[in-house]
């Protein structure tokens, strides 16, 4: 270890507790969403058997992180890129909104300029172009070639 | 000879015309994406699974596994040429084989890593074909004790070589496991965890789960990154090696086939154990080790072969006992599932067509790949001048596309967005994804068969322990546990797995 990277250490380790948190919130979202199914015994496993003995593991495993955040020293996370993290998901989301009622030509074009948009290196012009050409591509080739049953227009 | 005649079954299969041209397609898809950073085999293979569901199941598979052992030969090419590994699996190529083009034998490097892995993937097939009859057979006899002890070495087997921590990966494993119990409980037809969205009854789209966290999150931590530059300058002379080139690579590629052989039938095998370990062999056991680094053709020649034979016995597990070794066999498996196949030993006999040509293929598939792609380099370099921006959107919408076409509905879309969220989350706490797909393909098949084992033994838990085949199974899981958590096991495991 340098000393550099020894700066870069920080307590709780972010990257444990994280993880430790998220798995315990699943566990927990587990527990919640098999409460009304049927445990049953060992011999005759209910529904809930499995799902409900595999989120005691993880909620242990996640106290495990949780607990081990707050004893060894953890690197520090850079902090998330907002702009990729909304604009990448937004993209798909435009996609599975616009697909049925606009048609494959659009739903890709508008997806993919969106999605553009998500990048600093992006050129306009340039994605413009690209993505009319892509788009037209994976119209032919999706919908005309593979047979994807999906309206390409909107009329 | 039983063997003969399951190759001639898998080569009749192979050889006709429609499953070369399937190969050919799967090939050079494969090439492309392993040429291009910012794309691996798993969103591909993932992308293109749906488009296969109309076909033939040998045809999708053939077509399918180009795309897996096309890729290698694509990041190689990367490798030499640029210095950039298109896979993982090629980054030991850079050392030596980016040298050899330095100096100016680009040509000769490219040649003999196409033939090592050529010479290694024929080697594969025989040694697929030798041992998947036996395997199977042994498998035959297993009930679902044994099959869910088998399950349980594998999902542990395949977190040795996930990277960073070994309890994070096991924690992994147990999402997946959550993920795929998603859907109706067929013993007692309740609905589990679908929270009232009909589409979720027959389980969570796997397709969607493996896009969402092998594509769009990958593309949402890429772009954090500034993107390089790409400088590609080198001229192709001499593409034939000469006879001292073979010479010294012959038993640099004999003994990298020994090694990607044996490794890629680990569990957990994956892709990037085998040519690690081949080039450090071939270190140790040269006369002269500072020539390694430089521009040793041993060190093209082994590694590659390594490379490419582990990737095609990483199929023994899958074919012969209907476990997969790493993430992309994970898909394949369901992949077969959809297909209405059940993977498992038995498909060594129902699915005597579909297996057996698929093996044959790897081999029709690696003869071509030899013939098509050195003429084709050209190509391929210039397929890395495309820069990552424009990449990265087209990358998304084929996911989108592919998402929706897995049901023609805009739920899968959903699903694989929700995931990109969550898989950003993993890559930026640094957790593996792999281990987490490989639990939720084997999640329904792991909760019947215990379901299955406990109704026979009555609830009897130490049944695992007092069958013998179960009980070393789980033996062997145990002294795996162990091993990786001794902490000077760790360390070593970290140098390989991230140097």
């Known amino acids: 270890m340098t000393e550099a990277s020894e700066k870069t250490k920080q307590r709780p380790a972010l990257e444990e507790l994280l993880f430790g948190l998220f798995l315990a919130a699943l566990a927990g979202g587990v527990f919640y969403a098999t409460r009304r199914l049927s445990v049953g015994t060992a011999g005759d496993m209910?529904?809930?058997?499995?799902?409900?003995?595999?989120?005691?593991?993880?909620l242990l495993f996640g106290l495990f992180f949780v607990g081990r955040s707050f004893v060894i020293p953890g690197e520090r996370i850079l902090p998330p890129c907002w702009r990729a993290l909304i604009l990448i998901p937004l993209a798909a989301a435009v996609f599975s909104l616009l697909v049925m009622k606009a048609g494959l030509a659009i739903a890709s074009f508008l997806c993919m300029l969106v999605a553009s948009a998500a990048s600093s290196e992006t050129r306009p012009l340039e994605i413009l172009v690209f993505s009319l050409f892509i788009s037209a591509g994976s119209v032919l080739l999706f919908v005309r070639a593979l047979s994807l049953p999906v309206p390409i227009f909107p009329w | 000879m039983e063997l003969l005649d399951n190759l001639m079954i898998g080569f009749s299969t192979a050889m006709q015309w429609n499953n070369l041209l399937f190969c050919l397609i799967g090939a050079l898809i494969g090439t492309m994406i392993g040429v291009l950073p910012g794309i691996g085999p798993v969103p591909t293979v993932a992308l293109l699974l749906p488009f296969t569901f109309g076909m033939p199941p040998a045809s999708g598979f053939i077509m399918l596994a180009g795309i897996f052992y096309g890729a290698q030969y694509g990041g190689s090419t990367t490798a030499i040429l640029v210095n950039i590994p298109g896979e993982t699996s090629s980054v030991?190529?850079?050392?030596?084989?980016?040298?050899?083009?330095?100096?100016?034998?680009?040509?000769?490097?490219?040649?003999?890593?196409?033939?090592?892995?050529?010479?290694?993937?024929?080697?594969?097939?025989?040694?697929?074909?030798?041992?998947?009859?036996?395997?199977?057979?042994?498998?035959?006899?297993?009930?679902?004790?044994?099959?869910?002890s088998l399950m349980v070495l594998g999902l542990v087997a395949a977190v040795i070589l996930a990277h960073g921590s070994v309890i994070k990966s096991l924690a992994m494993i147990g999402i997946g496991l959550l993920l795929g119990i998603v859907g109706i409980d067929v013993n007692?037809?309740?609905?589990?965890?679908?929270?009232?969205?009909?589409?979720?009854?027959?389980?969570?789209?796997?397709?969607?789960?493996?896009?969402?966290?092998?594509?769009?999150?990958?593309?949402?931590?890429?772009?954090?990154?500034?993107?390089?530059?790409?400088?590609v300058s080198q001229r192709m002379k001499d593409l034939f090696p000469s006879l001292a080139d073979l010479k010294a690579a012959f038993p640099a590629a004999l003994r990298g086939t020994a090694i990607g052989s044996i490794l890629g039938v680990l569990p957990g095998g994956g892709a990037a154990l085998p040519p690690f370990t081949a080039y450090a062999v071939e270190k140790k056991i040269a006369k002269d080790p500072s020539r390694f680094g430089r521009g040793a053709i041993e060190g093209?020649?082994?590694?590659?072969?390594?490379?490419?034979?582990?990737?095609?016995?990483?199929?023994?597990?899958?074919?012969?006992?209907?476990i997969p070794s790493n993430a992309l066999m994970a898909l394949m498996i369901g992949a077969l599932m959809i297909h209405g196949i059940q993977p498992g030993p038995q498909i060594m006999v129902e699915q005597k067509e579909l297996v057996w040509g698929v093996i044959a293929s790897m081999w029709?598939?690696?003869?071509?790949?030899?013939?098509?792609?050195?003429p084709l380099i050209g190509m391929w370099v210039s397929l890395l001048k495309?820069?990552?921006?424009?990449?990265?959107?087209?990358?998304?919408?084929?996911?989108?596309?592919?998402?929706?076409?897995?049901?023609?509905?805009?739920?899968?879309?959903?699903?694989?967005l929700g995931c990109s969220v969550v898989g950003y989350f993993f890559n930026k706490v640094k957790v593996e994804t792999a281990p987490l797909l490989l639990g939720m393909v084997l999640g329904p098949q792991l909760e019947e068969n215990l379901r299955r084992a406990m109704m026979l033994s009555g609830g009897d838990f130490s049944v695992f322990v007092t069958r013998p085949i179960s009980a070393v199974l789980l033996a062997t899981v145990v002294v795996i546990l162990l091993v990786l958590m001794s902490p000077a096991i760790l360390r070593k495991r970290n140098e390989v797995v991230e140097s």
């Open chain 2, 300 to 322: 093209v020649a082994s590694p590659e072969a390594a490379n490419n034979a582990g990737a095609q016995t990483s199929f023994i597990p899958l074919l012969t006992l209907g």
């Open chain 2, 386 to 416: 495309v820069p990552y921006r424009l990449l990265f959107p087209a990358i998304l919408l084929f996911c989108c596309i592919g998402a929706y076409g897995v049901n023609n509905s805009v739920v899968d879309v959903w699903l694989m």
């Open chain 2, 92 to 148: 030991v190529t850079c050392l030596d084989g980016h040298q050899m083009a330095r100096q100016g034998r680009a040509g000769t490097a490219l040649a003999i890593a196409a033939l090592s892995s050529f010479f290694a993937g024929t080697v594969a097939t025989i040694v697929i074909a030798l041992l998947s009859g036996p395997l199977s057979k042994l498998a035959l006899s297993f009930t679902a004790v044994e099959f869910f």
């Open chain 2, 364 to 374: 029709t598939g690696n003869l071509m790949l030899l013939i098509i792609n050195l």
């Open chain 1, 46 to 58: 209910g529904p809930g058997y499995v799902p409900q003995a595999i989120s005691w593991g993880m």
């Open chain 2, 188 to 231: 007692s037809g309740a609905e589990r965890m679908t929270f009232n969205i009909p589409e979720f009854a027959d389980g969570l789209g796997f397709v969607s789960v493996a896009m969402g966290f092998f594509g769009l999150a990958e593309i949402m931590t890429n772009i954090e990154k500034p993107s390089q530059r790409v400088i």
